[in-house]
């Protein structure tokens, strides 16, 4: 029913940037709140960033000034622009989004993941 589609992981060294996206489809009434999240070998996901539908955003204390998450409405994708990255940030990325589908049920959905790898 809901499709994602991300892009933009990849391996950069300490201090680049990168550019994260991810855009759903399907049967969407529409899109609330959508983010980021990582997960690092052998540890537990965590938030990176969210936004809400009308712009309000959250980050991590981690990623606070470094990264910034937008969004597009009128086509359901999310963004996360990742600057002077660390190896730290090395994980999967995954996109979350909270829909609301045509039949009026509302759940979040996850992508299935994107690696960033940050060499130092």
């Known amino acids: 029913q809901v499709r994602f589609v991300e892009s933009g992981g990849g391996l950069v060294e300490a201090g680049g940037s990168l550019r994260l996206s991810c855009a759903t489809s399907?049967?969407?009434?529409?899109?609330?709140?959508m983010g980021w999240y990582r997960q690092a070998a052998g540890l537990r996901r965590d938030l990176v960033a969210e936004?809400?539908?009308?712009?309000?955003?959250n980050y991590a204390d981690s990623v606070e000034g470094r990264f910034t998450i937008s969004r597009d409405n009128a086509n359901n994708t999310v963004y996360l622009q990742m600057n002077n990255l660390k190896p730290e940030d090395t994980a999967v990325y995954y996109c979350?989004?909270?829909?609301?589908?045509?039949?009026?049920?509302?759940?979040?959905?996850w992508g299935e993941g994107t690696q960033v790898t940050v060499s130092s």
């Open positions: 979350k989004a909270d829909i609301l589908l045509l039949s009026m049920n509302k759940r979040h959905y």
């Open positions: 399907g049967s969407i009434y529409s899109v609330h709140d």
């Open positions: 936004i809400s539908r009308t712009g309000s955003t």
